[in-house]
């Protein structure tokens, strides 16, 4: 059942404090937040902060959307705690790298906010009991009273948005995703698992940093992009049908939202979401030539493959590849799902049998060199 219908949008020309501080305040009195908070005791911040990159870089939450936050929760007596797993190796030594390079570490210090650094887990049935029974998330996420989930508008090579739902798998510790992601190959049940953690977890207050954003082969290793605004919803799923309509995509085109709408937690288009704030700006900045993911974009592979069962379709679609400039570093070795890659004569070379088309190395390539490879053939 869709609970919360309501988005508020601002439009935001920079990361400076006091125009960040002024949308988020409007953003909260629109969805009510205090009714939300004025009883909560611990209040958990959950922001993206997936890969050890500075602001600028747009992979990553700004820290200035912490501080505009901390100073709407200034008037509550909670404990108030950021909570975040960064993909691959997870260790207190990784995240105080991580709060340090993202900006978060001052940003935290500056307004009050603690810092998690206990990288334990707890087990916590699934709401829905869909595809997934139980999940393993971070032990600091036990007992909050308030979810706020920070989260970074971006593109994202597998599921092709990453906004407000997408956000919450970092509740997932470490290496923990990555099992996930070997258990759910395909997209729809990956998809599923997902939206039941963040239904399970329950953010209350979404606010999505779409100031700068991120096109291409995003999460990471997109091309950074000015966006212009702020989006909140007491519904993640909600905030996120009106984040895609914002970057110009059309209906069907993000699959976690097509299956959120089977599963009831949306409305299948922005018509059906009562939207509040800058409505004219909203009209004016709606991306019309967004750059997608090279895994999306449209061509005739499915066509082409139907006819044959889709025997041939793993050979045509898709598929990540190393560069010629890889450094044979050995990450993606470390953090593929499928164990499909290996470091030969010092560069990664990809199992086409075994890879399951995740792109977690793409994702994580800590120098942006795990490309993909595209059969120009069949592009429209």
Not at 33 to 44: H, S
Not at 309 to 334: I, Q, T, Y
Not at 368 to 374: F, T, V
Request: aromatic letters at 8%; glycine letters at 8%.
């Amino acid at each position: 059942m869709i609970s919360e219908n309501k988005v508020s949008y601002y439009k935001a020309d920079s990361y400076l404090e006091e125009e960040i501080t002024e949308c988020v305040r409007k953003i909260f009195d629109d969805i009510s937040a205090d009714d939300i908070l004025k009883n909560a005791k611990k209040i958990v911040i959950k922001p993206n902060l997936v890969i050890r990159r500075g602001p600028d870089a747009c992979s990553t939450t700004h820290p200035m959307m912490l501080t505009a936050v901390m100073k709407q929760l200034e008037k509550y007596d909670a404990r108030k705690i950021i909570v975040e797993s960064p993909g691959g190796f997870f260790n207190e030594a990784i995240l105080k790298g991580l709060y340090k390079t993202t900006g978060f570490e001052d940003a935290a210090k500056n307004s009050g906010c603690e810092l998690n650094f206990d990288v334990e887990s707890i087990t916590i049935p699934s709401k829905r009991h869909g595809v997934i029974s139980e999940f393993n998330v971070l032990r600091e996420f036990e007992g909050a009273d308030v979810i706020i989930n920070l989260c970074k508008l971006k593109t994202h090579t597998l599921t092709t948005m990453s906004a407000a739902s997408k956000n919450m798998y970092g509740a997932i510790p470490g290496l923990q995703k990555f099992e996930l992601h070997a258990r759910f190959p395909e997209i729809e049940r990956f998809s599923s698992m997902v939206l039941e953690l963040t239904e399970t977890l329950a953010p209350a207050i979404n606010i999505v940093d779409a100031v700068y954003g991120m096109e291409g082969n995003g999460p990471n290793n997109g091309t950074a992009r000015f966006f212009g605004g702020i989006f909140g919803s007491r519904s993640p799923f909600v905030c996120d049908v009106v984040c895609r309509d914002y970057l110009g995509l059309p209906e069907n085109s993000v699959e976690m939202l097509d299956v959120a709408n089977q599963m009831g937690l949306c409305p299948k288009t922005v018509g059906e979401i009562t939207l509040v704030g800058d409505l004219e700006e909203y009209k004016k900045r709606k991306l019309k030539d967004l750059k997608m993911p090279d895994t999306k974009k449209l061509n005739l592979i499915t066509t082409f493959t139907q006819g044959f069962g889709g025997r041939f379709r793993r050979f045509l679609e898709s598929r990540p590849v190393a560069m010629k400039d890889c450094k044979g570093c050995g990450k993606c070795a470390d953090f593929c799902p499928a164990k499909a890659i290996k470091i030969v004569k010092g560069k990664a070379k990809i199992d086409r049998e075994a890879c399951i088309k995740c792109y977690c190395c793409q994702e994580l390539c800590p120098f942006g060199l795990m490309g993909i490879k595209r059969f120009g053939i069949f592009d429209l």
